[in-house]
């Protein structure tokens, strides 16, 4: 009989993307929610048998009980064996204090189907006559230089049952986290522990880096659906098949919808404000989270013409946040204006000018020259 898995990590339901207007911000949030929704029932259709997510389902340890809440009224939904999570190093696991634990455990009291993993210990499943042996590694605390897997070694594995690690962490090698304060592990140490598979969360970039194969030992699930302009992949998780005892396939699937687009550009002509309005005419208004950072020089005809195209790429997309520093062009006739012929400032300007390979040159001066005369 094979066994599937989904696999996911880093949810971050309810972070609360503070640097957004609060329409952006309402649908961020939302969209955390409703990718897992997705991911759940592309879950289903695939008759997966566990739905595993490796830490960080929450944002914090103190994540708002109504999404909480609704949190789990998407995970019971699942109608494989178990959905199995893993507190992660930002919805950490420190006691039966722990005030996210505690009202999931209430919220999802009824729903046998969910299953909290905050024990170091190993959880058994019967799935149509095999057995699959989970080996969770629940985090203790937001940051640790012990890693989570050490007690592995001390247990009795079933050689006869398809054996998987859940940790979430830093893994050396795949990480930017050079000072090893997130529970780093490593390749070998991961392979030496002699499980069939590692399911992992924290990098928020997945791995393995192609999205169809049969050959990987450990994976990183990847955030769900991207938070920030630093996520390069459109959302991530896994669909994993195991056949007597080995993984068969993994398959990578991409439940997020949004995705962040920061353009930042330089403008000195009509070609670039045509330029401009392609890049942006290419996105979907609807699903693009657009960063415009624009700065340059424009004549004044050229002005007309970016103004009108910003406002309208501002009625375009749904969330749309701008940062522009585009000045008034220096051509002949603002230096005739504003220096004499012959003096110091018309000629340096003149020569700038002249210099097409520097363009922002004439402008600068242009401005250094203003504030000295200020004084
Ligand atoms: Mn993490």
């Given at each position: 009989m094979p066994i599937r898995i989904v696999h996911t990590a880093?949810?971050?339901?309810?972070?609360?993307?503070?640097?957004?207007?609060d329409k952006t911000r309402e649908r961020l949030l939302e969209e955390r929610f409703t990718a897992l929704e997705r991911l759940i029932r592309e879950a289903n259709e695939n008759h997966a048998d566990f739905f595993v997510i490796s830490g960080d389902?929450?944002?914090?340890?103190?994540?708002k009980n109504v999404y909480i809440e609704r949190t789990v009224d998407v995970l019971r939904h699942f109608t494989g064996n178990s959905v199995l999570v893993l507190p992660g190093n930002?919805?950490?696991?420190?006691?039966?204090?722990?005030e996210v634990w505690k009202r999931f455990r209430k919220a999802s009291s009824e729903f046998s189907n969910i299953e909290l993993l905050v024990t170091p210990a190993t959880v058994s499943f019967d799935v149509g006559g095999e057995t699959v042996q989970f080996f969770p590694c629940p985090c203790p605390s937001k940051t640790g230089k012990e890693p989570v897997t050490g007690w592995i070694h001390s247990v009795d594995h079933n050689l006869a049952a398809l054996r998987v690690g859940i940790a979430h962490g830093n893994v050396e090698g795949l990480g930017?986290?050079?000072?090893?304060?997130?529970?780093t592990m490593t390749m070998p140490d991961l392979e030496a522990l002699g499980l069939t598979t590692w399911l992992l969360g924290h990098i928020h970039v997945p791995f393995p880096?192609?999205?169809?194969?049969?050959?990987?030992?450990?994976?990183?699930?990847?955030?769900?659906?991207?938070?920030?302009?630093?996520?390069?992949?459109?959302g991530s998780a896994w669909l994993l098949d195991f056949e007597e005892l080995r993984l068969k396939q993994y398959k990578q699937l991409h439940p997020g919808r949004l995705q962040f687009i920061r353009i930042e550009q330089n403008l000195h002509s009509g070609h670039d404000i045509s330029k401009l309005q392609q890049t942006c005419n290419a996105l979907d208004p609807d699903h693009v989270i657009l960063d415009l950072k624009l700065s340059g020089q424009l004549s004044s005809d050229e002005q007309i013409t970016f103004n009108q195209l910003v406002g309208e790429i501002e009625d375009a997309f749904q969330s749309c946040s701008l940062t522009v520093n585009v000045k008034r062009k220096i051509d002949e006739d603002i230096i005739g204006t504003h220096y004499p012929q012959g003096t110091l400032a018309e000629q340096l300007l003149s020569n700038l000018l002249a210099d097409k390979d520097h363009p922002n040159d004439v402008a600068l001066a242009h401005d250094l020259i203003k504030e000295i005369s200020k004084e």
């Open positions: 880093d949810n971050h339901i309810g972070m609360p993307f503070r640097q957004h207007d389902l929450f944002d914090s340890t103190r994540v930002h919805d950490f696991y420190s006691g039966e204090d722990t930017l986290d050079a000072d090893d304060r997130y529970f880096t192609t999205s169809l194969g049969c050959d990987s030992q450990l994976f990183m699930a990847g955030i769900h659906t991207p938070d920030s302009v630093r996520c390069r992949h459109i």
